[in-house]
């Protein structure tokens, strides 16, 4: 990354919390609504050292590491079912979407009184959240294969299970890393919802736990919290695999 985007945007950081501050002087807000940077910047750092976020940062990570693998195998399956079989697109392919649209924090109840208050509650919302928009790009992979690339394998004496996975796989492989990368942003979304509403641990826990106590300071640092291991996990892991594949493809310069 160019020197002069990272000073753009520590800039741009700079400017926010000046503006944060200035909000907060200006005492538009009670400070027990809107607390100063420095006094939400010193919640995380006690709530890093007593190990509090700790615990519930590894709590999380948990969570999403199990609900993203199983999201990530069932989403594929279903993508593969729905991408090959044109009775299985004609049907259940046309409901796809409508799942993939129910915001993750629906399923939190139905998880709650399927399976009780627990983690494994959370990581079935994760599951949710993440499997449908995982087999929507799966399939779309499946049918972006050029007719051509199938045409000219079929002519070589390719079919079956040799074609699919020599063919079919690599010509899809850029869309498939799109799909991953998606899974993660709604999977990582779909478990904060699941954990806002659980008996923890986790961060969305940790979030509900500072709000019913009126720790705004907390409040506002988990957000932060979030947000940045979400940006961050993005750019540093699934954007630079898509990139690369894409390269790789020719997709991209």
């Given at each position: 990354?160019?020197?002069?985007?990272?000073?753009?945007?520590?800039?741009?950081?700079?400017?926010?919390?000046?503006?944060?501050?200035?909000?907060?002087m200006s005492g538009y807000f009670p400070a027990i609504q809107f607390p100063p940077p420095t006094k939400v910047f010193q919640?995380?750092?006690?709530?890093?050292?007593?190990?509090?976020?700790?615990?519930a940062l590894l709590a999380s990570f948990k969570h999403l590491l199990i609900g993203l693998a199983l999201a990530i195998t069932?989403?594929?399956?279903?993508?593969?079912?729905?991408?090959?079989?044109?009775?299985?697109?004609?049907?259940?392919?046309?409901?796809?979407?409508?799942?993939?649209?129910?915001?993750?924090?629906?399923?939190?109840?139905?998880?709650?009184?399927?399976?009780?208050?627990?983690?494994?509650?959370?990581?079935?919302?994760?599951?949710?959240?993440?499997?449908?928009?995982?087999?929507?790009?799966?399939?779309?992979?499946?049918?972006?294969?050029?007719?051509?690339?199938?045409?000219?394998?079929?002519?070589?004496?390719?079919?079956?299970?040799?074609?699919?996975?020599?063919?079919?796989?690599?010509?899809?492989?850029?869309?498939?890393?799109?799909?991953?990368?998606?899974?993660?942003?709604?999977?990582?979304?779909?478990?904060?919802?699941?954990?806002?509403?659980?008996?923890?641990?986790?961060?969305?826990?940790?979030?509900?736990?500072?709000?019913?106590?009126?720790?705004?300071?907390?409040?506002?640092?988990?957000?932060?919290?979030?947000?940045?291991?979400?940006?961050?996990?993005?750019?540093?892991?699934?954007?630079?695999?898509?990139?690369?594949?894409?390269?790789?493809?020719?997709?991209?310069?």
């Open positions: 990354m160019k020197p002069s985007i990272w000073v753009k945007r520590i800039v741009f950081i700079i400017v926010l919390l000046a503006i944060w501050q200035g909000v907060y919640a995380l750092i006690d709530g890093f050292a007593d190990g509090t976020l700790v615990g069932l989403g594929t399956l279903i993508g593969v079912l729905l991408g090959k079989s044109r009775q299985a697109d004609e049907t259940a392919g046309m409901y796809l979407i409508a799942m993939q649209s129910i915001p993750s924090i629906v399923w939190v109840p139905l998880a709650i009184m399927l399976i009780g208050l627990n983690e494994t509650a959370v990581i079935f919302v994760v599951v949710l959240g993440g499997t449908f928009v995982m087999a929507l790009n799966v399939r779309t992979a499946i049918h972006s294969v050029p007719p051509e690339f199938i045409k000219a394998a079929r002519t070589m004496g390719s079919k079956g299970l040799p074609l699919f996975f020599k063919v079919e796989v690599p010509a899809s492989l850029p869309y498939y890393m799109s799909g991953i990368r998606l899974a993660w942003a709604f999977s990582w979304r779909a478990l904060m919802a699941g954990e806002l509403l659980s008996n923890g641990p986790g961060l969305g826990y940790s979030l509900r736990f500072a709000m019913d106590f009126a720790q705004m300071e907390l409040v506002i640092g988990i957000i932060i919290i979030v947000g940045v291991i979400g940006s961050v996990v993005d750019q540093l892991v699934f954007s630079k695999l898509e990139k690369k594949v894409m390269r790789r493809w020719g997709l991209l310069k």
